[in-house]
């Protein structure tokens, strides 16, 4: 079955088109890249789907359900049920760790018990259960960067959408949460939608690169998995 399905979709921005005749289908579990140079299209293909515009022309569906279709949002992005850590994070800097993992879980309506569960179980799984009361600006970039996974992680979402969200670390740090992705896909199996223009995370990240430019898909490339990761380092 089909998790994600973009069938023949276009967007333009004041006349200018930034996505056109997309069509792509994903696999429950797979970790697709799209990559691409600044200004391809790439990220507005992840706007698309999280639902916050809408396409001009053809449909995206999620499951087996139609979520938009020829500039109608059929179903806002708080009801597709997906996770997106973005580039600059967007954490809540007046709220503890707890307090940014905490506030989907209430909109959701889960109980204070499940939430205390779901929280420590992800916590413990990206290692910052001894954070739980700090502030994002207590953190350096590596923690606030998995406090964002975190985050969008605990609400189990049905795919993990991510805007190059490790474009502005440095190079060791980035090889780091590279890693620490690939982890956290082993332990609990999410289908990831990962953008970026760096090759080096393509190739380590994906199992599909879907090369973008200009607007369109050129190719798209099948790859082998990465040998298990069993740790950050």
């Known amino acids: 079955m089909k998790l994600i399905e973009f069938q023949s979709v ?4 004041n006349g200018r088109l930034a996505v056109e005749d997309f069509s792509l289908s994903v696999e429950p ?4 890249v799209i990559l691409g140079p600044s200004g391809c299209g790439k990220t507005t293909v992840l706007r698309l789907l999280a639902g916050f515009i809408t396409p001009d022309t053809g449909s995206i569906s999620i499951g087996n359900e139609l979520v938009a279709r020829d500039g109608q949002n059929l ?5 597709r049920d997906l996770g997106m850590v973005f580039q600059d994070l967007a954490l809540w800097p ?27 179980e992800i916590l413990r799984l990206v290692e910052m259960t001894e954070y739980l009361k700090a502030r994002p600006t207590e953190l350096s970039g590596g923690q606030q960067q998995r406090v964002a996974l975190a985050r969008a992680l605990v609400l189990q979402p049905k795919a993990l959408l991510m805007d190059e969200p490790l474009s502005n670390l440095d190079e060791e740090l980035n ?9 956290l896909h082993q332990a609990l199996g999410f289908t990831l939608l990962f953008v970026t223009h760096d090759r080096e995370e393509s190739a380590e990240l ?6 973008m430019r200009s607007g369109r898909i050129e190719r798209i490339e099948s790859q082998p998995s990465p ?3 069993v740790g950050p380092n």
Not at 103 to 120: N, P, T, V, W
Not at 206 to 211: A, H, I, L, P, S
């Open 10 to 13: 276009s967007k333009s921005y």
């Open 29 to 32: 579990g797979e970790r697709i």
């Open 75 to 79: 179903r806002q992005p708080e009801e």
């Open 94 to 120: 007046h709220l503890s760790v707890k307090g940014n993992l905490e506030f989907g879980l209430r909109a959701r309506k889960l109980s204070a018990s499940d939430r205390k569960q779901r929280i420590h």
């Open 175 to 183: 090889r780091r949460l590279r890693k620490e992705i690939l982890r």
């Open 206 to 211: 994906g199992t599909r690169v879907v090369f």
């Open 227 to 229: 040998t298990a990761v």
